[in-house]
């Protein structure tokens, strides 16, 4: 009997132990962040998940730990990613973003047209969503920040937005890129 009462708390206290890793990893995985690779350099705020090999060609994606609620459940109340455009110039893909969209909020560039900010109200199945682009030339590529949150949660995501828009920086291209 004292051997099952002895293994019980063993196996209890394994448990307890293996329950704080996780959490603790969990805890680590929402933390911010600096992602830093050959291309750019952005800060994940605290409360996103970055995800470590991102699909469809993207370069960088997180996205908050929350879903939306109601009609916009099936979306994260925050997303962000990067994508590495070649062959491209900011201006000209700027320029497709707003003929394709349907409200064009704000728009700002640097003096050379280099970086260009778009912030655009737009759906995502159904849901309005303000989506913000952040797209800087490099060399003869374009390295293109979108950030998607639905309207209903864009002022309680306001700071991570501006955060990750913020943050963002391109690093100069290489020679054989110019």
């Keep these: 009997m004292i051997d ?7 196996l209890v206290a394994l448990m307890v132990y293996a329950s ?3 959490k603790k990893k969990a805890a680590e995985a929402y933390a911010s962040e600096t992602v830093e690779t050959s291309d ?3 800060t994940k705020p605290e409360g996103f998940l970055s ?3 991102p699909a469809d060609g993207l370069a960088f994606h997180a996205y908050s730990r929350e879903f939306g609620e ?10 962000a990613t990067i994508r590495i455009i070649e062959n491209a ?3 000209d893909i700027a320029i497709e973003l707003k003929a394709s969209a349907p409200t064009v909020i704000r728009e700002s560039s640097d003096e050379d047209g280099r970086s260009i900010t778009l912030e655009i109200g737009d759906e995502i199945n159904d849901v309005p969503v303000f989506r913000l682009y952040k797209m800087i030339a ?8 979108q950030i998607d949150t639905p309207v209903a949660y864009r002022d309680e995501f306001d700071i991570a937005i501006r955060e990750f828009r913020d943050t963002f920086e391109v690093k100069p ?4 890129q110019l």
């Design 173 to 176: 291209a290489n020679a054989d």
């Design 20 to 22: 704080t890793k996780i």
């Design 70 to 79: 109601a009609e916009a459940a099936g979306i994260r109340r925050t997303e």
């Design 4 to 10: 099952i009462l002895i293994f019980g708390l063993i």
């Design 138 to 145: 490099n060399g003869s590529r374009v390295v293109r920040l």
């Design 89 to 91: 110039a900011a201006p």
């Design 40 to 42: 750019f350099r952005i």
């Design 51 to 53: 995800v470590i090999s």
